[in-house]
């Protein structure tokens, strides 16, 4: 499922496309600022945003075996509830 296809879906229910796309913006706009902000965003019955820095680290490239540097980054981890299947 894309952004598009949540815009969409939320216009044929509640909202004109325009208001939809604005409201999926703002959603994702505001997970990202509780990201920045805090380190984790935590929806209940969904699941948990959490940023994970990672180690700088030394990998090989497996074709020419050359040795690559990896920097260290920062990225996000989803971990779903166990409700979101149910």
């Known amino acids: 499922m894309k952004k598009e296809d949540i815009v969409n879906r939320l216009a ?3 909202l004109d496309k ?14 990202k600022e509780g990201l920045l902000r805090d380190g ?3 929806i209940s019955n969904f699941g948990t945003f959490k940023l994970v820095r990672t180690k700088a ?3 090989h490239n497996p074709k020419t075996l050359e ?3 990896v920097p260290a980054k920062t ?5 779903s509830s166990p409700s979101i299947t149910d």
Do not use: G
């Open 57 to 59: 680290a030394v990998r």
């Open 75 to 79: 990225k996000v981890r989803f971990k």
């Open 67 to 69: 040795r690559v540097n």
């Open 40 to 42: 984790k965003v935590t």
């Open 18 to 31: 325009k208001q939809s796309k604005q409201t999926v913006e703002e959603v994702f706009a505001i997970i």
């Open 12 to 14: 044929l229910s509640l």
